[in-house]
């Protein structure tokens, strides 16, 4: 298990589905997409419409795009 990257901040938090746990599962207030007090996501760092997160349930560093804003082509 990855530490805490030291980036990590609670007043930086995302709503987004970790994809390597499945901590959201079965837990009502994710199901209806609103944010959860327990299920939420560091929010390490943005490009453009990139998020660079971490879950603090198993401590997995990905990066997910929001296809929002500034998007990267796919070439």
């Known amino acids: 298990m990855l530490p805490l990257d030291p980036q990590a901040d609670i007043g ?9 746990c499945d901590d ?3 837990c009502a207030t994710c ?8 299920h939420w996501r560091y929010l390490l760092s943005t490009t453009g419409s990139l998020l660079h997160l ?3 349930s198993c401590t997995h560093v990905w990066t997910h795009e929001t296809n929002f804003g500034a998007t990267r082509s796919q070439g």
């Not at 930086?12 to 390597?20: G, I, K, L, S």
């Not at 199901?31 to 327990?38: L, N, W």
């Open 12 to 20: 930086r938090r995302a709503w987004v589905d970790c994809p390597n």
């Open 24 to 26: 959201r599962r079965q």
């Open 31 to 38: 199901e209806q997409g609103r944010a959860c007090h327990a």
């Open 54 to 56: 971490q879950c603090p």
